[in-house]
């Protein structure tokens, strides 16, 4: 059994890590580090909740630290984790510098422990469908890939430490950059060059709240957008290539459930978990051919977790390694760079 300690229990603690975990057969939520509020308690009174880290650490059974605080003490924490010689899993993203990202991979190699960063959406459906139809070949070589997150709400969230000027790692590109740059990163590897612009859509934004990243490849152009204000949502994953094309509307239905009142809690998460009806499927053209719906593979977000157990137990390699974290940071700060100085950037370039 994989005992774990949750460090924060915000929006990403509450909904995307606490049940995923407590989903897992041989996985057990055993402390919570929650330093002023008691939702944690309220929601899990059988857990222990702890208000230091020192107080969870002192728990020698736990293996496996999650750290879902916000951006700006994703190292601290992590690094304290990993000096206490705990196997450490990190919200995206990893760190605000690559400086600090490279010392935490270093130390977990020292310590031999264990470190990868929470990139959920890869067990997103729609992305799964994607990776398939790619690896298949059936849309032929791809010359273009799009992904885009659209979103409506035209004021900033009160209080909300993503949308404030004065947090470190604040906006949304590095809020849901690292999971559209980590699925075109997973796809297609490492692009040539790269161009960004973090836009202010909203008048009241005081960091940035849309974005557009473009990776370029040789035969290849990857637009990866957010948007803030798009009230009827393009779509979602959309490729073209040399034997047809494929595009998807919607999001995965698991956030959804997962931020509701009827968030799963234990094992049993039901037979249809992360399926969707037959009206949300993506449409394949192959060409000469008439259009046809492709089924949406089954999403589910516990595999992270249960590929964590296994590699933990030593039972398989982390499906989210340094070597590929480490690309995603990189391509978060060239993107930075690349929209400060308004320009394309090459991959090799300075990531800081």
């Known amino acids: 059994m994989v005992r774990v300690g949750l460090i924060g229990f915000g929006l990403a603690g509450q909904a995307f890590h606490a049940p995923v975990i407590r989903g897992i057969p041989g996985m057990e939520l055993a402390c919570i580090l929650e330093r002023h509020t008691d939702n944690a308690k309220k929601r899990y009174p059988e857990i222990r909740v702890a208000r230091t880290l020192d107080e969870m650490l002192a728990d020698k059974s736990i293996q496996l630290c999650l750290v879902a605080t916000p951006n700006d003490s994703h190292f601290s924490y992590a690094k304290a984790c990993l000096e206490a010689d705990r196997d450490v899993v990190v919200d995206k993203p990893l760190t605000p510098t690559m400086t600090e990202a490279e010392e935490l991979v270093r130390l977990a190699d020292k310590r031999g422990r264990l470190i990868s960063v929470y990139q959920d959406r890869r067990w997103d459906g729609a ?6 139809l790619v690896q298949a070949g059936t849309l032929g070589a791809i010359a273009e890939y799009e ?81 803030i204000i798009a009230y009827a949502p393009s779509h979602h994953l959309l490729l073209h290539g040399t034997a047809g094309s494929f595009v998807k509307y919607g999001m995965d239905p698991q956030e959804e459930i997962l931020r509701s009142a009827n968030y799963p809690d234990g094992h049993d998460w039901g037979a249809n978990w992360g399926l969707e009806p037959e009206e949300r499927w993506g449409t394949l053209s192959p060409v000469n051919q008439p259009p046809r719906k492709v089924p949406t593979e089954r999403g589910d977000y516990r595999g992270f977790y249960a590929n964590v157990r296994d590699a933990i137990e030593k039972k398989a390699s982390l499906d989210v390694p340094p070597q590929q974290f480490m690309r995603t940071q990189r391509a978060i700060l060239l993107a930075h760079k690349s929209s400060r100085e308004k320009r394309v950037v090459d991959w090799n370039e300075v990531a800081e």
Not at 127 to 132: A, D, P
């Open 147 to 227: 992904a885009r997150f659209d979103r409506f709400r035209l004021d900033a969230k009160p209080n909300a430490w993503r949308e404030q000027p004065g947090f470190a790692a604040a906006g949304v590109l590095w809020d849901l950059g690292p999971h559209l740059i980590d699925g075109a990163l997973v796809l297609f590897g490492e692009p040539q060059s790269l161009y960004a612009r973090a836009l202010c859509q909203r008048e009241t934004s005081t960091v940035d709240d849309a974005f557009d990243v473009i990776l370029q490849y040789p035969r290849l152009r990857a637009t990866l957008r957010a948007r």
């Open 127 to 132: 992305f799964l469908t994607v990776k398939k």
